[in-house]
T-cell receptor, first 112, second 116 residues
Framework: GQQLNQSPQSMFIQEGEDVSMNCTSSSIFNTWLWYKQEPGEGPVLLIALYKAGELTSNGRLTAQFGITRKDSFLNISASIPSDVGIYFCAGQRRGGSEKLVFGKGTKLTVNP | DTEVTQTPKHLVMGMTNKKSLKCEQHMGHRAMYWYKQKAKKPPELMFVYSYEKLSINESVPSRFSPECPNSSLLNLHLHALQPEDSALYLC???????????????FGEGSRLTVL
C-alpha cells in the first residue's frame, strides 16, 4: 500500500544534539501522528497533529503539521540515550476511513 | 504504560497448531485493529473492527481469523501458519465518533509470534 516518504532512514548522533526528521507525501492528510517504537515493544504515540500549520510540543519533542497538509516534521532537542528507537510518522488522508498510512521509520541511535 | 493489553507476549507454534492471540482495551474505543510488523518495517494493517463489525480485511489469508466478541476484546485465531508468518502482531484501538475521527491509534505491546 501507499507509504509516506520519511527521512532520514537512520541517524547516529551524540548525546545532547538536536534531531530533526520529516515525512512528505503527494497526498493531502488531515491528521499526522508521530510514534516511537523500542525493540520488542509496540509503537507509542508521541504527538498528534490535526490542523495545517499546527506546532505541538511534548517535552523535548516538537512536531509540526505542514501548511500544505502534505508534510510533517519532528524535532527532538538535547537528545539523551533513552531517545533511541525507531520513529514512525503516520497520516490519515483527507476523507479517509480507518486506515493510517505509515512512513518507513527513522532509526535513531544516540551515543553517550 | 499502554492501555491496550495483548497476550501472550511471545508464542511459538508449529505449522499444524491452532492458537489465538488476544487483545483487550478498556478505553471505550469502538474501533480495534490487527497489524503485522516485520523487523525494521512499519506496521501493516490486517483487519479493522468498527463497532464490533469487521470493516476492513486487507486481503489477509484465511489462516488468520479475527474475532471481536465485544467492544473491549479482539482475538486473532491462527491455524496452519507458515514460517513467513513469524512477526510481531500488534493490536490497536481508536476512539470513533459519529461526526469526527480523532485519528489517534493506541497500540498494545504486541505478541511476538514464531512459526516453526
Amino acid at each position: 500500500g501507499q507509504q509516506l516518504n520519511q527521512s532520514p532512514q537512520s541517524m547516529f548522533i551524540q548525546e545532547g544534539e538536536d534531531v530533526s526528521m520529516n515525512c512528505t507525501s503527494s497526498s493531502i492528510f488531515n491528521t499526522w501522528l508521530w510514534y516511537k517504537q523500542e525493540p520488542g515493544e509496540g509503537p507509542v504515540l508521541l504527538i498528534a497533529l490535526y490542523k495545517a500549520g499546527e506546532l505541538t510540543s511534548n517535552g523535548r519533542l516538537t512536531a509540526q503539521f505542514g501548511i500544505t497538509r502534505k508534510d510533517s516534521f519532528l524535532n527532538i532537542s538535547a537528545s539523551i540515550p533513552s531517545d533511541v528507537g525507531i520513529y514512525f510518522c503516520a497520516g490519515q488522508r483527507r476523507g479517509g476511513s480507518e486506515k493510517l498510512v505509515f512512513g518507513k521509520g527513522t532509526k535513531l541511535t544516540v551515543n553517550p | 504504560d499502554t492501555e491496550v493489553t495483548q497476550t501472550p507476549k511471545h508464542l511459538v507454534m508449529g505449522m499444524t497448531n491452532k492458537k489465538s492471540l488476544k487483545c483487550e482495551q478498556h478505553m471505550g474505543h469502538r474501533a480495534m485493529y490487527w497489524y503485522k510488523q516485520k523487523a525494521k518495517k512499519p506496521p501493516e494493517l490486517m483487519f479493522v473492527y468498527s463497532y464490533e463489525k469487521l470493516s476492513i480485511n486487507e486481503s489477509v489469508p484465511s489462516r488468520f481469523s479475527p474475532e471481536c466478541p465485544n467492544s473491549s476484546l479482539l482475538n486473532l485465531h491462527l491455524h496452519a501458519l507458515q514460517p513467513e508468518d513469524s512477526a510481531l502482531y500488534l493490536c490497536a484501538s481508536r476512539q470513533e465518533r459519529a461526526t469526527t475521527n480523532t485519528g489517534e491509534l493506541f497500540f498494545g505491546e504486541g505478541s511476538r509470534l514464531t512459526v516453526l
